[in-house]
């Protein structure tokens, strides 16, 4: 059975970074991203996507688990998959929470879920230059923060499944996936 990570934590955290370099050391591990996905998908930018209504957001999310397992039907069975995504949307009116479903359908045999201080957080968002956030301060980040993993507990308990919290740390990630035999 194909092992699939989930890759979750606040938007900023350094999932990204973080996936791009382990997969760089595991060749046979992909980095498949949620919204690179849907933005393939729906023809829509990042930004659009991220700044939808509660109703449109939900809905995409249907949209998602059936396009990321058409993604996982091209990759050989040997691949492992890092599935970067999101317990929350900060769609610019409130934080989206991801419902469960989201998680179940697409199989996740591991949660990982970067933590770091929000004030690091803060600064890689501000050299970000590429990408388009609401403004925040450091205790919307660490309440955003505290919400999302209080989530991924609940969703990993739900689901049976190990979770992990780490820093944004190549080596970290390295040490809880070779645990699960992700090679």
Excluded: W
Aim: proline letters at 4%; a positive charge; hydrophobic letters at 40%.
């Amino acid at each position: 059975m194909r092992k699939i990570i989930c890759l979750t934590g606040v938007s900023g955290v350094g999932k990204g970074y973080t996936a791009k370099k382990y997969c760089e050391l595991k060749p046979s591990t992909i980095h498949l991203v949620a919204s690179d996905i849907l933005k393939a998908e729906l023809k829509q930018e990042k930004e659009t996507l991220r700044a939808s209504q509660k109703d449109k957001l939900e809905n995409n999310q249907k949209i998602l688990v059936k396009a990321f397992k058409r993604s996982l039907e091209k990759l050989p069975s040997d691949i492992a998959v890092i599935f970067d995504c999101h317990m929350l949307i900060d769609n610019n009116h409130g934080l989206v929470q991801i419902p469960l479903h989201v998680f179940k359908d697409t199989n996740i045999s591991q949660m990982v879920f970067i933590y770091d201080a929000p004030s690091v957080i803060l600064e890689r968002r501000k050299s970000d230059i590429g990408r388009v956030r609401p403004e925040r301060s450091e205790s919307d980040i660490e309440a955003q923060q505290a919400k999302a993993l209080k989530i991924a507990k609940s969703y990993a308990a739900q689901l049976n499944i190990p979770i992990n919290v780490i820093s944004p740390c190549l080596e970290e990630l390295k040490e809880v996936t070779n645990k699960f035999a992700i090679e």
